[in-house]
């Protein structure tokens, strides 16, 4: 320490001898450790300074018999990982010796339950003081030289089967079930040592071999079989049942017994047992649940039921925990929430079969039943007793609709809770419910002639719906050019010339001859009337069934038209659809738009399919448009002064003053009131003007109209035009962009389409990069219409520069549209207005009809073309929302009005006065 670099000398020799001492006790305690030769005291004290103690080995020579042992020459001394790891090991050791000492107190605790053992020697080693004793007392210390993972504890001086026994003991020790098991063994291995030696005094070895085995391994076996469901129920009864309805407990209870294992099965088990435990509070369900079953003749899976209903068995305890399964614990789920009075409910039901089974047959959907509701009601007359009678019937089948109509033959018990979930909800609305099957029950023979007294009606009825199959052809949408407020007013169905379909004829000739006119009620009426026959033979069935489904696809597409009709959107005005009800007709729908005829549009699908296709195209139109119009309203503040019906009536009225045709109704004068009081024509013209202008209709003068600016596929536009005769310092090589245009439109793309593809791949340089984009976005309609607007205001900005900004108007700017298959011709010109709406949709169709493509295709390409290119556009007949918002907003502003008055000396400042104004 000094000396072996020459600094010895620095210190008297006092201080020398000090450093000498220390070295000496530093290099004898080293030692000390190495062979395991310390007290555990001191061990205990070093290993708590653990660091220190390392850097003061590094300061000394140290030269040990172990460096001889491993073969090191005498001037070599043990590194300074050889400590750290020699005291890693000191540790371990003691921690093995505290954690069997832990063990044993616990061993000794479970005996004292099994008594007598003799524990003396173990008792008297756990509590010696052991601090003074040397480490090689209580173990086998590890050196450098043997390695061992595990330390050998030999202080207890046990056995090496009881040194097994210790670690599981002592982590199931305090299971409840181990207990029990445990001391039941230790009782039959006393009385079998007391019968052997006269002695029942247990050693340590006696209670590890006869009594520990024996539990862990029934414990053991146990775990297994419950992991696996083949425990049984009787099993499960001895050893679990003490934790019925304490089931947290049982979790904790196996968990202790499973110890570190994988428990991914428990919960599963824990569900099952909870639910055996349950299976006789089920039993009355359970009963009720058979007896439904079998007066409704169910056959479908109902293997639960068999399972709880065998509870009361002699052999039900036989059965493994796993036959509680799934469907079972779900039943029993099911079978939880049915109380005494839904019990005595479904009572009631079955003991009704004859009443259950007579509607069944006769009236098999709940629609039939309404109508056979109706029919009694007529047949009751006017006495009161009948008259509760058809309401009595009326409650009590509906409330048990879902067992009456709706409950299969095949259903198995998951149906039949599903009807049962239908039935607590009545029965919650009604208590009564019960009672009033019983007693309408009790009317079976008067509601069997009742029905009788009404058959007539269904063979009337029947005919005429396959006439109408065969025949029928319905017009929806504008049939008299004049009302169209209600469904009712935009269906009719002409049948030709079918006896069947004059019901009082009496002249059958004559009535052969006659067509068959029929409005909306008339059909609401048959069909009602059809409820009776439906499913009462095939053919009939059939009849109804298609008479339906094309009835129903009718009024949903009344309704759509209908609202796209309120809504303001004005290209269906005039729209109408005729729908050819024959099964495998060539045409089945043909959509008209306007009076003549000229360009309909043609559907060739089962008519189903293509009414189906087509109230989902209306239907569409309807939320684009109502879209279209809120967005307007949040542009265009002064719309929302109105309702859409109001904004209707202003595009209508408003349009005649642009025409200079006729004048405007005088209501219309009172609406704008509410913008400008006073309200004149002449202000209404103005307003009109200044909007025209503000959406481009005019710019500011009449004599100098443009050329007409028109859409081609040859890309040959104004804009592209108007491109080349820029100047030079514009930036743009306009050739170039107008070539790479063309190349993308021979490519198949649309002008939006090539536009926006430029956009996103700016600067296009390489067309590959420029179609590769396309075909991963060509889906995105969205995205292109924004990419192509962004093209365009970046071509007039590079153009135009500050000369066309965000306030130009919207039509000094191209108007273009393109169909997908070829160039649609429609002219649009600055400063001039288009004629009519009748004449923009004849161009539209004139395209779209020669394309290839089904109705609905087509109806799609009419639909887009539409509000890319006449949304904004005003005719002789209506405004466009945008011209009507600029013009109401026109108004407000020349109505703004300052006022200023003097407070009345008469009225109190700072108080509440009553004012009483002149009624107008």
């Not at 670690?167 to 007391?194: C, G, M, T, Y």
């Not at 696809?553 to 309704?559: D, E, K, Q, S």
């Not at 991963?776 to 292109?784: A, H, K, R, S």
């Amino acid at each position: 320490m000094g000396s072996q670099q020459g600094h010895g000398n620095i210190l008297s020799e006092l201080a020398q001898g000090y450093v000498a001492v220390a070295k000496s006790m530093l290099d004898s305690i080293l030692e000390s450790i190495l062979r395991g030769q310390i007290r555990i005291f001191y061990l205990n004290v070093l290993l708590e300074n653990n660091n220190h103690f390392v850097e003061l080995c590094k300061t000394i020579v140290i030269k040990t018999d172990l460096q001889k042992e491993r073969g090191a020459a005498t001037n070599m001394q043990p590194s300074t990982q050889d400590i750290i790891k020699i005291l890693g090991r000191r540790a371990k050791e003691l921690k093995a010796f505290e954690t069997e000492r832990k063990q044993i107190s616990c061993f000794l605790g479970i005996c004292e339950t099994i008594q007598p053992v003799n524990l003396q020697a173990l008792q008297a080693k756990l509590d010696s003081d052991v601090d003074g004793l040397m480490l090689t007392d209580i173990c086998e210390p590890i050196t450098l030289s043997r390695d061992s993972n595990k330390p050998t504890i030999t202080y207890f001086n046990i056995s090496p089967v009881v040194k097994q026994m210790l670690p599981p003991l002592e982590n199931i020790h305090s299971s409840v079930l181990f207990q029990d098991l445990w001391q039941a063994k230790a009782r039959i291995v006393h009385k079998e040592k007391s019968k052997d030696t006269g002695d029942d005094v247990l050693t340590v070895d006696d209670v590890a071999n006869k009594v520990w085995k024996k539990v862990f391994g029934h414990i053991s076996e146990i775990i297994s079989k419950l992991q696996d469901g083949s425990l049984i129920l009787k099993e499960v009864d001895e050893f679990f049942g003490r934790f019925e309805n304490e089931y947290d407990q049982l979790e904790n209870e196996l968990k202790l017994l499973l110890g570190p294992r994988p428990c991914d099965w428990l919960k599963r088990r824990i569900q099952q047992i909870i639910h055996y435990h349950q299976l006789e509070q089920r039993l009355e369900a359970v009963e009720i649940v058979q007896d439904v079953k079998k007066t409704f003749n169910l056959t479908g899976n109902f293997t639960a039921i068999s399972v709880l209903s065998s509870v009361r068995n002699a052999d039900f305890k036989d059965r493994k925990l796993e036959s509680i399964d799934d469907d079972v614990v779900n039943a029993g789920k099911s079978l939880a929430a049915m109380s005494r009075e839904r019990i005595l409910c479904l009572q009631q039901l079955v003991l009704r079969k004859d009443f259950i089974e007579w509607l069944r047959k006769e009236i098999t959907s709940i629609q039939q039943l309404k109508v056979f509701v109706d029919l009694a009601m007529i047949s009751a007359g006017e006495t009161d007793m009948e008259v509760d009678r058809v309401k009595c019937l009326h409650q009590a089948t509906t409330g048990f609709s879902s067992f009456i109509f709706d409950l299969k033959p095949d259903a198995g018990f998951h149906q039949l809770m599903k009807a049962c979930e239908s039935l607590w909800n009545a029965l919650r609305n009604d208590k009564d419910l019960p009672k009033k099957l019983k007693d309408i029950s009790h009317h079976l023979e008067w509601l069997k002639g009742v029905k009788e007294s009404h058959g007539s009606v269904e063979t009337s009825s029947l005919s005429q719906a396959e006439a109408i199959n065969t025949k029928g052809i319905y017009t929806v949408g504008n049939i008299d050019y004049n009302a169209k407020d209600t469904p009712e007013s935009v269906i009719r169905l002409l049948v030709q010339g079918d006896d069947s379909l004059m019901e009082d004829e009496d002249d059958e000739d004559e009535a052969a001859s006659k067509d068959k006119n029929y409005n909306l009620d008339m059909l609401k009426d048959l069909q009602s009337k059809l409820m009776l026959v439906a499913g009462k033979a095939e053919q009939g069935r059939d009849e109804v069934e298609r008479f339906t489904e094309i009835l129903s696809g009718v009024i949903r597409l009344a309704t759509a038209y209908l609202k796209l009709c309120a809504a303001g959107n004005v290209l269906f005005s005039e729209w109408k659809a005729i729908v050819y009800c024959k099964y495998k007709k060539k045409v089945s729908v043909m959509v008209r738009f306007g009076i003549d005829g000229s360009h309909d549009l043609k559907g060739t699908r089962e008519v189903t399919t293509e009414l189906d296709k087509l109230c989902s195209f209306m239907e569409n139109c309807l939320k684009e448009w109502l879209e279209y119009v809120e967005e307007k309203r949040s542009e265009i503040y002064h719309l929302n002064y109105f309702t859409t019906e109001q904004l209707v009536i202003l595009r209508r009225e408003l349009a005649k003053l642009m025409s200079n045709e006729k004048e405007m109704a005088a209501g219309v004068y009172t609406l704008l009131a509410s913008l400008k009081d006073s309200c004149t024509e002449s202000d209404v013209k103005e307003a009109l003007n200044a909007a025209f202008m503000e959406v481009g209709s005019q710019n500011n003068q009449e004599e100098m109209e443009m050329e007409p600016i028109e859409v081609n596929a040859s890309m040959e536009t104004p804009e592209l035009e108007k491109m080349m005769d820029m100047p030079e310092e514009s930036g743009v090589d306009l050739e170039k962009v107008k070539k790479f245009l063309q190349e993308l439109v021979d490519e198949g793309l649309s002008e939006v389409q090539a536009k926006a593809a430029m956009q996103a791949c700016d600067p296009a340089v390489d067309i590959d990069d420029v179609m590769a984009w396309y075909y991963q976005n060509m889906q995105d309609e969205e995205l292109m219409a924004r990419l192509c607007k962004e093209w365009e205001d970046d071509m007039e900005m590079k153009l135009f520069g500050d000369g066309l900004d965000d306030s130009t108007p919207a039509a000094e700017r191209t108007v273009s549209t393109m169909t997908n298959v070829q160039t649609l011709s429609v002219t649009i010109t600055r400063g001039e207005k288009v004629s009519s709406l009748s004449k923009i949709t004849s161009s539209l169709l004139t395209g779209i009809g020669q394309s290839k493509g089904d109705l609905i295709e087509k109806l799609q390409q009419l639909w887009k073309d539409y509000q890319i290119s006449l949304t904004a556009i005003s005719f002789d007949d209506y405004l466009s929302l945008e011209h009507l918002g600029h013009t109401l907003q026109y108004l407000a502003t020349k109505d703004l009005v300052q006022l200023s008055r003097l407070f009345p000396k008469y009225l109190n400042t700072g108080k509440p006065n009553l004012v009483v104004r002149p009624k107008v």
